[in-house]
C-alpha cells in the first residue's frame, strides 16, 4: 500500500504547488510583464509625441520627406501629401534667412509668382529645384534663376528692365519661407517632376515636352520621356 500513497501523496502536492504558482500569478496585474511593458511603452510614445510637436515645420517637413522614395509607395505618396499649403501654416514659420541661393529662390518666386495662391508658389519653387537636378540646367540655384540663352531670360523678371526691389514685405516673407521649406529639402509633388512653367495666357509652341499641372494662372511642363 505504500507505493499507491505516494503517488496519492505526490499528485496532492503537485495540485498544491500548481495551485500556488497560479495564484502567485494571478494575486496581482500590477506586477504583469505586459503591463508593464504596455506602460513603458505608453511613456515612449508619449515622450515622441511631445518631441515632434516641438519640431520647427521645415524640419516637420524633411521628417515627413525621409526616406520615402526607399520605402513603401503608399507610405511615400501619403508623405508627400503632408505640406498644408496654406497661409496660416505659413504665418506659423519662422522668420526665413539663408544664403546667397535662398536669396535667388526667394527672388524668383517674388517676382514671378507673388499673385499666385501658396500652392501656384511652391509650384515654381518646384519647377526651379527640378531644373537644378535635371540635366543641361546649371547646378545651382543662382545659375538656374539668372540662366539665359539665344537672348532671353530663363525667368522674365531678370531682364524686364524693371527694379528687383522686393516692395511688398508680406509677399517677400511668404516667398522668403517657402524658398527656406523647399531648400530645406520638402517633396515636390505639385508639378510630377516639370522643369519648364508658363503663364495661361500665352501660347508657347512646346510639342517637344508634356504638360503635368495647371495650377492657378500657370502650366508646368517636362520634357517628354
Same mark, same amino acid.
Given at each position: 500500500?505504500?507505493?499507491?500513497?505516494?503517488?496519492?501523496?505526490?499528485? #496532492?502536492?503537485?495540485? #498544491?504547488?500548481?495551485?500556488?504558482?497560479?495564484?502567485? #500569478?494571478?494575486? =496581482?496585474?500590477?506586477?504583469?510583464?505586459?503591463?508593464?511593458?504596455?506602460?513603458?511603452? !505608453?511613456?515612449?510614445?508619449?515622450?515622441?509625441?511631445?518631441?515632434?510637436?516641438?519640431?520647427?515645420?521645415? &524640419?516637420?517637413?524633411?521628417?515627413?520627406?525621409? %526616406?520615402?522614395?526607399?520605402?513603401?509607395?503608399?507610405?511615400?505618396?501619403?508623405?508627400?501629401? !503632408?505640406?498644408?499649403? !496654406? &497661409?496660416?501654416?505659413? *504665418?506659423?514659420?519662422?522668420?526665413? @534667412?539663408?544664403?546667397?541661393?535662398?536669396?535667388?529662390?526667394?527672388?524668383?518666386?517674388?517676382?514671378?509668382?507673388?499673385?499666385?495662391?501658396?500652392?501656384?508658389?511652391?509650384?515654381?519653387?518646384?519647377?526651379?529645384?527640378?531644373?537644378?537636378?535635371?540635366?543641361?540646367?546649371? @547646378?545651382?540655384?543662382?545659375?538656374?534663376?539668372?540662366?539665359?540663352?539665344?537672348?532671353?531670360?530663363?525667368? !522674365?523678371?531678370?531682364?524686364?528692365?524693371?527694379?528687383?526691389?522686393?516692395?511688398?514685405?508680406?509677399?517677400?516673407?511668404?516667398?522668403? @519661407?517657402?524658398?527656406?521649406?523647399?531648400?530645406?529639402? *520638402?517633396?515636390?509633388?505639385?508639378? *510630377?517632376?516639370?522643369?519648364?512653367?508658363? =503663364?495661361? %495666357?500665352?501660347?508657347?509652341?512646346?510639342?517637344?515636352?508634356?504638360?503635368?499641372?495647371?495650377?492657378? *494662372?500657370?502650366?508646368?511642363?517636362?520634357?517628354?520621356?
Amino acid at each position: 500500500m505504500r507505493l499507491p500513497l505516494c503517488r496519492t501523496l505526490a499528485a #496532492v502536492a503537485v495540485c #498544491v504547488l500548481t495551485g500556488a504558482a497560479f495564484a502567485d #500569478v494571478m494575486v =496581482s496585474q500590477s506586477n504583469s510583464p505586459t503591463l508593464a511593458m504596455g506602460a513603458e511603452f !505608453s511613456a515612449l510614445l508619449g515622450a515622441e509625441h511631445s518631441t515632434v510637436n516641438a519640431l520647427a515645420q521645415t &524640419e516637420l517637413a524633411a521628417l515627413a520627406k525621409g %526616406d520615402g522614395a526607399k520605402g513603401d509607395g503608399a507610405k511615400a505618396n501619403a508623405a508627400r501629401k !503632408s505640406l498644408p499649403y !496654406s &497661409e496660416d501654416w505659413l *504665418a506659423s514659420l519662422p522668420a526665413p @534667412k539663408g544664403d546667397a541661393q535662398w536669396d535667388c529662390l526667394r527672388s524668383a518666386l517674388y517676382f514671378e509668382a507673388r499673385g499666385e495662391t501658396v500652392q501656384g508658389q511652391f509650384a515654381v519653387a518646384e519647377v526651379i529645384l527640378n531644373r537644378l537636378d535635371a540635366a543641361g540646367f546649371p @547646378k545651382t540655384v543662382c545659375g538656374v534663376v539668372k540662366q539665359d540663352g539665344d537672348g532671353t531670360c530663363a525667368f !522674365s523678371f531678370m531682364c524686364d528692365g524693371l527694379s528687383d526691389q522686393m516692395r511688398d514685405p508680406v509677399a517677400a516673407d511668404r516667398a522668403g @519661407k517657402i524658398a527656406r521649406v523647399m531648400l530645406d529639402g *520638402a517633396p515636390r509633388p505639385l508639378t *510630377a517632376g516639370a522643369t519648364f512653367f508658363h =503663364s495661361q %495666357d500665352v501660347s508657347p509652341k512646346w510639342r517637344h515636352l508634356t504638360k503635368t499641372a495647371a495650377i492657378g *494662372a500657370h502650366l508646368f511642363y517636362r520634357t517628354a520621356l
